[in-house]
């Protein structure tokens, strides 16, 4: 059954930045990506992987960036497992390589300050 829980206030979860939270199973890392909020479950359907432990980044494709410069296409919202480098988009759940393939997303919400997470 879903339960909605106290995450931390949203000055404790700034862009870039991630917050484990012990629930369901696995545990879910919330997410701040450029100030919207999302949520994943820390587990990899590959292996079975905590994926919130691996690192936070973009695809490897690159995309026009400043003048003259490239930048990494969706930066700062894809995770990248620690045990074999899947990768899978924050904001979607869903793998970079194979986007039929996915991580179940929370419904993250925000009420007087504080972050909520429903999971
Ligand atoms: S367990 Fe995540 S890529 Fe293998």
């Given at each position: 059954m879903l339960q909605r829980r106290l995450v931390c206030?949203?000055?404790?979860?700034?862009?870039g930045t991630m917050r484990l939270i012990d629930a369901g199973k696995f545990g879910v890392g919330v997410y701040n990506v450029g100030g919207a909020l999302y949520a994943i479950v820390n587990?990899?359907?590959?292996?079975?992987?905590?994926?919130?432990?691996g690192l936070l980044g973009g695809t490897n494709e690159t995309v026009p960036g400043e003048p003259g410069r490239l930048r990494r296409a969706r930066d700062g919202q894809i995770m990248r497992c620690?045990?074999?480098?899947?990768?899978?988009?924050?904001?979607?759940?869903?793998?970079?390589?194979?986007?039929?393939r996915r991580v179940r997303t929370y419904h993250v919400d925000v009420t007087d300050g504080k972050v909520y997470l429903t999971a």
């Amino acid at each position: 059954m879903l339960q909605r829980r106290l995450v931390c206030t949203v000055d404790e979860l700034p862009p870039g930045t991630m917050r484990l939270i012990d629930a369901g199973k696995f545990g879910v890392g919330v997410y701040n990506v450029g100030g919207a909020l999302y949520a994943i479950v820390n587990y990899c359907p590959h292996e079975g992987a905590p994926l919130c432990r691996g690192l936070l980044g973009g695809t490897n494709e690159t995309v026009p960036g400043e003048p003259g410069r490239l930048r990494r296409a969706r930066d700062g919202q894809i995770m990248r497992c620690p045990w074999h480098n899947w990768e899978f988009d924050v904001t979607t759940g869903r793998n970079v390589a194979d986007p039929r393939r996915r991580v179940r997303t929370y419904h993250v919400d925000v009420t007087d300050g504080k972050v909520y997470l429903t999971a």
